[in-house]
């Protein structure tokens, strides 16, 4: 993958995208939609996966048949929206491993600070994809590299449902290495740090918090 951005802009992705902003959509809408959008991106960020062959015999004769090359993948959930699209991407690849990095922000310093990080073995020989399905200021997505980086990962996605300017910029800036996923690249962040025109908290509007 070399391209640091790309908007996956296929009919189906960008219909779901819409009824899961359309703040009338319900919480069991919305986890359902994110469920369907997420094997749709897993999709294209897996498009480029080393191959192999492996012999194998069809009930008709043998032959040589593409299959994934190297370890098992790591895919690594930045709680707690990341979940959400966790589920859908864990799908498509259920043999990936699973990590979960936890960040808050410290409301003095505005940094984020890791209450939880639990992290497959071997990051260092394993395609690494972090999930967060909101890209907005970057801080947490920054942050969650460098640990992942520093626990040996050295090729790392980030996959996300929606990305604002600043989060791709602050990301490219920190991690040029780390090609980005997502379903629309937004217009900008408000004074709350919340993307627009968005779809508002993300982990409030699958879980039903407020
Ligand atoms: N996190 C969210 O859940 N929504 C935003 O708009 C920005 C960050």
Do not use: W
């Amino acid at each position: 993958m070399t391209d640091h951005l790309t908007v996956v802009n296929h009919p189906l992705v960008q219909h779901k995208l819409t009824l899961m902003r359309d703040k009338k959509t319900s919480t069991n809408s919305f986890r359902q939609l994110l469920r369907e959008i997420s094997l749709l991106l897993a999709y294209e960020i897996t498009r480029e996966l080393e191959m192999t062959t492996r012999t194998i015999q069809t009930p008709l004769c043998e032959m040589e048949a593409p299959i994934l090359e190297g370890k098992k993948l790591a895919l690594v959930s930045i709680l707690r929206a990341g979940n959400g699209l966790l589920d859908g991407v864990l799908e498509l690849i259920p043999a990936a491993r699973v990590g979960f990095v936890g960040l808050y922000r410290d409301p003095e310093t505005l940094q984020p600070v890791e209450y939880y990080c639990k992290l497959p073995a071997n990051l260092d020989e394993r395609l690494t994809i972090v999930v967060d399905p909101m890209l907005a200021t970057g801080n947490s997505s920054v942050a969650a590299i460098d640990l992942i980086k520093a626990k040996g990962a050295k090729n790392i996605r980030f996959l996300c449902l929606l990305a604002a300017p600043e989060g791709v910029a602050r990301m490219r800036e920190a991690h040029p290495d780390v090609p980005i996923v997502t379903a629309s690249l937004d217009e900008k962040l408000d004074d709350h740090a919340y993307i627009v025109p968005g779809l508002g908290d993300a982990g409030d509007r699958m879980f039903g918090t407020k």
